[in-house]
């Protein structure tokens, strides 16, 4: 997914910032430079959140929200830390809101997608035994 999206990115910029005859080739060569990098961080911080959340979840029994939310937070500040405390915790907290928005959406797509499902059909009782057919 990093490595699509950066291809795509890098390659518009790359595009953008090239002279008229040579787009497609500066487009191209962006892409080569960038688009691994920015698969390689988006990895790195993929790995990250899934190691938290497995943490999280394991450490509170439960799966909800709050895991992803507390998974970006710690996330962020740990990729951000070799910038400074302060830094860190920004970054946590950019990272835990992001995370909690992205949960909210979440929650209120699926709430909008499940009010127009078809109503559940009630339960057949159990004791019915099925009649025997005449021709």
Known sequence: MGAVGGSIWHGIKGARNSPRG??????????????????????VWG???STFDCAIKGWRQKDDAWNAI?????????LAIRSGPKSALGSAVACGILLGVF???G??????????????????PENITPQPTHS
């Open 22 to 43: 040579e787009r497609l080739v500066g487009a191209i060569s962006t892409i080569k430079a960038r688009a691994p990098v920015t698969g390689g961080n988006f990895g």
């Open 47 to 49: 790995g990250m959140f």
């Open 70 to 78: 507390l998974s970006g937070f710690m996330t962020g500040g740990c």
């Open 103 to 105: 949960e909210g959406v």
């Open 107 to 124: 929650v209120l797509l699926s709430r909008v997608f499940n009010e127009g499902a078809r109503p559940q059909l009630p339960p057949l």
